[in-house]
């Protein structure tokens, strides 16, 4: 049997180490939001033929005095250019100064969204992901309502199962802010649907190894709370990382040969996941033990 909750010290220390450069990354930078929140352009061009590197189409735009362009090459035959709203006669300006160097270029798609929308689309999310937390809390609460066994009250389960999922949001986008920095990786209304995905499948592989727990207890086999706790995740254990992984690798799929539209959505979810599964093991559980040597010191 596995000594998992006797190591939960290397267990806080690693969790610590992927946090605090995350939040650190947040309070410096913050977040690289999309053209969803921010308002603004997408245009995709296709091309048949010879295809430009993204800071040479940046270039062959940038006379045209629409704004900042960014430009990213997708796939095999695509090229994506995030700018600032422009006006029909600029869309077609854009495309013909591309067409002047790469006559194969045709146009794929062409959103824009104002910035009235974006910030209602941003103010929607925020409130949307406050709401799902929220939703979550009462929850897991309600459900721990009857645990009345054990040395660790009803609360402190829900309170345990929060901490986790906190930990996990932080994870997501503390990552999302180092990337967003260094790389550009932007975030937009997928990422906020991957936050809320991400939440969900925590909560309930938290929840599936606290009953484990509560079954142990119920029974009464184990001499200490900690000892029951040990047991009940080299129970649940194998189970979990079972599950995680079978996710993890249909989503690895889909980001390698997904399309560049999805790939920062699934990106998320792959961090997301790994990162619920941990939490839910080695974070959660770890702190029910915390309190209750806390409160038998008392």
Do not use: C
Request: no cysteine.
């Amino acid at each position: 049997m596995y000594r998992i909750i006797q190591k939960r010290k290397y267990l806080f220390a690693f969790s610590l180490a992927v946090l605090v450069p995350g939040i650190i990354a947040i309070s410096l930078w913050g977040l690289k939001v999309g053209i969803d929140f921010t308002g603004g352009t997408r245009f995709t061009l296709t091309f048949s033929g010879p295809r430009p590197s993204g800071p040479e189409a940046a270039s062959l735009v940038a006379p045209q005095k629409v704004g900042q362009v960014i430009a990213q090459t997708a796939g095999a035959h695509d090229l994506v250019m995030q700018l600032p709203s422009v006006t029909n006669e600029q869309r077609q300006r854009i495309l013909s100064a591309v067409q002047a160097k790469y006559p194969s270029a045709s146009e794929k798609s062409f959103e824009s969204i104002g910035p009235t929308v974006g910030k209602e689309l941003l103010r929607r999310a925020v409130t949307a992901t406050v709401l799902v937390l929220a939703a979550i809390v009462f929850y897991v609460s309600w459900a721990f309502r009857k645990v009345n066994v054990g040395p660790v009250p009803a609360w402190v389960y829900g309170l345990a199962a929060v901490v986790a999922l906190f930990h996990d949001i932080f994870v997501v986008v503390g990552i999302f802010s180092i990337l967003g920095h260094f790389f550009g990786i932007e975030i937009d209304s997928l990422f906020v649907t991957a936050l809320l995905t991400v939440l969900g499948f925590s909560v309930h592989d938290t929840i599936v190894v606290f009953d484990r727990i509560r079954e142990r207890l119920l029974k009464g086999h184990e001499s200490t709370f900690e000892e029951t706790v040990n047991v009940s995740l080299n129970q649940t254990v194998v189970r979990s990382i079972n599950t995680s992984l079978t996710t993890l690798l249909v989503l690895s799929a889909l980001y390698l040969f997904g399309g560049v539209t999805i790939r920062n959505f699934i990106l998320a979810l792959l961090i997301g996941i790994a990162s619920g599964t941990y939490s839910s093991i080695f974070v959660a559980s770890p702190l029910l033990v915390v309190y209750e040597r806390w409160k038998r010191r008392r």
